[in-house]
């Protein structure tokens, strides 16, 4: 509805108490479907371009002639809600372009992505970007009360349901003129403000509080995750068993098993092997023939029936080699192609990459390690009999005998110190980053014994 001289609105008490409104020298025009709710009989309705000069002409000027000590407001300069943060003048801005003057105690309105709220009462006079309209309220009403109004949600609603430009969306003037504003009387409506300048403080508190709380639960599981994953590997998740293996003795096999894959030429001597003992209550590693002390690289205790290894002893790794796009295809046939992180998921492979060149370098079981580009540090288990990898994926193979989910996990638990050793403008991880860990060996039951729980208890966790 637009305004084209005055705009009476009231109840026709004879009739049907409906409310209606009368424009100029028109009829009377019910507008029950317009009135958004009840007020007390002592309140009156009145359309904001009657009550306001928002839809009046604002005086304009340069910046560049205006005063350089004068107030110079920008919408930077609000914050969401309505707090004022800074007060610069035009001369620290260094302001240019068209600017609207404003006086103290007019209420500033901004137009712009109004679902910010960026309303507030002026403090002091001075000049604002076009996007804030500034505007007086007549009869005495309280400016306090009409920002209050403006930041009900049921005027948000009303005003963002009708704003126009998808990336910069603004509301027009006619839309707020006509919007209905419930007027109570002048001392009630100070009364109203006096009460919510009470609880606002309040209000903000609790929302403040509202935010933190819903922050932590929107992080919650995946910091549980983290301390399951930290309680894993420190051989605190599950009980020991005194009739398991001792970790000492598995360490030993596998050193076995490695020494029979070199003979049988599978993989190659480590060129530097590594063992890690207790002497005198002391972690030490034996490298190179030296001995050295390694207590300040210990990360935690672990159960006596556990042992300490360099992540590289006990395990082999491959790197994977890319193809050119002639020798990958997307058409099912032949080997399949892993190419990085948005070829694996949660648990699995997913397959959208095949290469007919005879090339195998990851198997059912191995652990699939991503070492650089986007989502490096990510893992999964092989689930697929064959594939070839790209670079930027290691596999550690399925060689020793270690349960190769504890493997993953103990990466896993170690995602964010693989991700810190991320190096160049396309991060990655070296081999050695990945080789020189410090890992944790529990006896082989008692490692199958975590994975179990740790999946009992991620499975909880997708239930929160």
């Given at each position: 509805?637009?305004?084209?001289?005055?705009?009476v609105?009231?109840?026709?008490?004879?009739t049907?108490?409906l409310?209606y409104?009368?424009?100029g020298k028109?009829?009377?025009?019910?507008?029950?479907?317009?009135v958004p709710f009840?007020i007390?009989?002592?309140w009156v309705?009145?359309r904001l371009?009657?009550?306001?000069?928002?839809?009046h002409?604002?005086?304009?000027?340069?910046?560049?002639n205006?005063?350089?000590?004068?107030?110079?407001?920008?919408?930077?300069?609000?914050?969401?809600?309505?707090?004022?943060?800074?007060?610069k003048t035009?001369?620290?801005?260094k302001a240019?372009?068209?600017?609207?003057?404003?006086?103290?105690g007019?209420i500033?309105?901004?137009?712009?992505?109004?679902?910010?709220l960026?309303?507030l009462?002026?403090?002091?006079?001075?000049?604002c970007?076009?996007?804030?309209?500034?505007?007086?309220?007549?009869?005495k009403?309280?400016?306090?009360?009409?920002?209050?109004?403006?930041?009900?949600?049921?005027v948000?609603?009303?005003?963002n349901?009708?704003?126009?430009g998808?990336?910069?969306?603004?509301v027009?003037?006619?839309?707020?003129?006509?919007?209905?504003?419930?007027?109570?009387?002048?001392?009630?409506?100070?009364?109203?403000?006096?009460?919510?300048?009470?609880?606002?403080?309040?209000?903000d508190?609790?929302?403040?509080?509202?935010?933190?709380?819903?922050?932590?639960?929107?992080?919650f599981?995946?910091?549980l995750?983290?301390?399951?994953?930290?309680?894993?590997?420190?051989?605190?998740?599950?009980?020991?068993?005194?009739?398991?293996?001792?970790?000492?003795?598995?360490?030993?096999?596998?050193?076995s098993e490695?020494?029979?894959?070199?003979k049988?030429g599978?993989?190659?001597?480590d060129?530097?092997e590594?063992?890690?003992?207790?002497?005198?209550?002391?972690?030490?590693?034996?490298?190179?023939g030296?001995?050295?002390?390694?207590?300040?690289e210990?990360?935690?205790?672990?159960?006596?029936?556990?042992?300490?290894?360099?992540?590289?002893?006990?395990?082999?790794?491959?790197s994977?080699t890319?193809?050119?796009?002639?020798?990958y295809?997307d058409?099912?046939?032949?080997i399949p192609?892993?190419?990085?992180?948005?070829?694996?998921s949660e648990?699995?492979v997913?397959?959208n990459?095949?290469?007919?060149?005879a090339r195998?370098?990851a198997?059912?079981?191995?652990?699939?390690?991503?070492?650089?580009?986007?989502?490096?540090?990510?893992?999964?288990?092989?689930?697929i009999e064959e594939?070839?990898?790209?670079?930027?994926?290691?596999?550690?193979k399925?060689f020793i005998t270690?349960?190769?989910?504890?493997?993953?996990?103990?990466l896993?638990?170690?995602f964010?110190k693989?991700k810190?050793?991320?190096?160049?403008v396309i991060?990655?991880?070296?081999?050695?980053s990945?080789?020189?860990?410090l890992?944790?060996?529990?006896?082989?039951s008692?490692?199958?014994?975590?994975?179990?729980?740790?999946?009992?208890?991620?499975?909880?966790?997708?239930?929160?």
């Amino acid at each position: 509805m637009g305004y084209f001289s005055r705009s009476v609105i009231f109840h026709d008490l004879d009739t049907d108490n409906l409310p209606y409104e009368k424009v100029g020298k028109n009829e009377p025009v019910c507008i029950a479907d317009e009135v958004p709710f009840e007020i007390p009989d002592s309140w009156v309705w009145a359309r904001l371009g009657m009550i306001s000069s928002y839809s009046h002409t604002k005086q304009k000027i340069n910046a560049q002639n205006a005063n350089l000590d004068m107030w110079g407001l920008d919408l930077e300069d609000i914050e969401k809600g309505g707090r004022l943060l800074a007060r610069k003048t035009v001369g620290e801005r260094k302001a240019v372009g068209d600017k609207t003057f404003f006086d103290s105690g007019d209420i500033l309105y901004s137009k712009l992505r109004p679902y910010l709220l960026k309303i507030l009462v002026a403090p002091d006079c001075g000049i604002c970007t076009p996007e804030i309209v500034p505007f007086k309220v007549f009869g005495k009403l309280n400016p306090e009360y009409i920002v209050a109004f403006l930041k009900c949600p049921y005027v948000n609603a009303i005003i963002n349901a009708v704003t126009y430009g998808v990336k910069m969306p603004r509301v027009g003037t006619e839309t707020m003129a006509d919007l209905l504003v419930p007027i109570p009387p002048l001392s009630e409506q100070k009364r109203i403000v006096e009460k919510l300048n009470e609880v606002t403080p309040l209000t903000d508190s609790y929302a403040e509080v509202y935010v933190r709380v819903a922050g932590l639960n929107q992080e919650f599981p995946e910091l549980l995750k983290k301390s399951i994953l930290q309680e894993a590997v420190q051989g605190k998740l599950v009980p020991q068993d005194p009739a398991d293996e001792p970790a000492s003795v598995l360490l030993k096999r596998i050193r076995s098993e490695k020494e029979q894959l070199i003979k049988a030429g599978k993989i190659k001597r480590d060129k530097h092997e590594s063992v890690i003992f207790r002497r005198d209550n002391s972690h030490y590693e034996k490298l190179d023939g030296i001995d050295r002390c390694i207590d300040d690289e210990i990360p935690f205790e672990i159960p006596d029936s556990w042992v300490w290894a360099r992540f590289g002893q006990v395990i082999f790794l491959l790197s994977g080699t890319d193809f050119n796009p002639k020798e990958y295809n997307d058409t099912q046939k032949g080997i399949p192609y892993i190419t990085g992180a948005s070829s694996l998921s949660e648990n699995g492979v997913l397959l959208n990459r095949w290469t007919e060149t005879a090339r195998v370098i990851a198997n059912y079981g191995d652990v699939l390690l991503v070492c650089k580009g986007s989502g490096y540090g990510k893992t999964v288990i092989c689930d697929i009999e064959e594939a070839h990898i790209a670079r930027q994926i290691m596999a550690i193979k399925k060689f020793i005998t270690l349960d190769m989910h504890y493997v993953r996990l103990f990466l896993q638990a170690n995602f964010d110190k693989i991700k810190s050793k991320g190096q160049g403008v396309i991060p990655g991880i070296d081999r050695n980053s990945v080789m020189n860990l410090l890992f944790p060996i529990p006896p082989l039951s008692e490692q199958r014994r975590i994975v179990e729980k740790q999946r009992e208890l991620f499975d909880k966790i997708t239930l929160i």
